[in-house]
């Protein structure tokens, strides 16, 4: 069966029955990227001008989306010769009542795999089945090309920027739930590096610092999960001129006091 198949997780690919359909024009790049995320669904051409020329768009704007249909149809139709007959471009990527939709009848886009794996981690954790979790949760991690954002190597306003930066905060969400899983499982000295890591590219996500002084102090580095909320404070009042939460400062007056409650199962680390 012919299928679609998007990557939005990193750079955007967009092929056809396994051949690339991707232009490097940026409008059309844009175009395409903009019904990639929508596939089966209608963008009105009110979305796309938006999209395309962040509202300011050119005079008579739907003659040159014409145009760039005109040219991506192109490009599925070369992928789709590969194929055999049958398959019409004017129905992969049709005209509808408002604007144009991108569709096949097999479409396989890697942000919804990753989003249903997700869904089922954070399930998997309420009920309490850590390893499950963990792995639910790093198969959809790993759905991702890199640490860079959705969509990294388009052009984004409008839709496409939300949508990107949504799935962006999806993924940091998950990593924060699997590695909150993982500290129920006593994996502590492994996650000290990965969340070093992560805290350098997040310097004010409060719930990544404290998972890592939770890390650090379970492995017996109570100095060092100090330092980390010296650098997370520092770096708050410095950026936003606020001090860390009190949930964080409460945690760091645990740390301090060598507190039991930090050797045990604590279960909402993202909380802080």
Do not use: N
Not at 155 to 163: I, K, T, V
Not at 201 to 219: C, D, F, G, T
């Amino acid at each position: 069966m012919a299928y679609l198949e998007i990557g939005l997780l990193g750079p955007f690919t967009a092929s056809v029955c396994g051949a690339s359909i991707v232009p490097s024009a940026a409008k059309q790049r844009r175009l395409l990227a903009l019904l990639a995320v929508g596939s089966g669904r209608e963008m009105s051409m009110a979305t796309i001008a938006e999209e395309l020329w962040e509202g300011c768009p050119p005079a008579g704007p739907a003659a040159a989306v014409q145009t760039y249909v005109k040219q991506l149809r192109q490009r599925i139709a070369g992928a789709v010769s590969r194929f055999g007959p049958g398959i019409d471009p004017k129905q992969v990527l049709s005209r509808g009542h408002s604007g144009y939709r991108l569709a096949m009848p097999e479409v396989r886009v890697d942000a919804r795999e990753f989003e249903l794996l997700v869904r089922r981690g954070e399930q998997a954790v309420a009920e309490g089945a850590d390893e499950r979790a963990v792995r639910l949760l790093s198969d959809g991690i790993a759905l991702w090309q890199g640490q860079g954002q959705a969509l990294s190597d388009v052009r984004m306003s409008g839709a496409l920027r939300a949508e990107a930066l949504r799935l962006d905060e999806v993924r940091l969400a998950a990593v924060e739930s699997r590695i909150e899983a993982e500290l129920r499982l006593g994996r502590h000295v492994h996650l000290v590096s990965e969340l070093t890591a992560l805290t350098t590219l997040h310097p004010l996500q409060e719930s990544l610092h404290a998972q890592l002084m939770v890390a650090l102090y379970r492995s017996g580095r109570p100095s060092q999960s100090l330092e980390a909320f010296r650098r997370l404070r520092e770096t708050s009042v410095r950026e936003l001129g606020i001090e860390p939460s009190r949930r964080l400062q409460e945690l760091h007056r645990w740390v301090l006091a060598g507190e039991a409650v930090l050797d045990g199962p604590v279960r909402a680390l993202a909380a802080f």
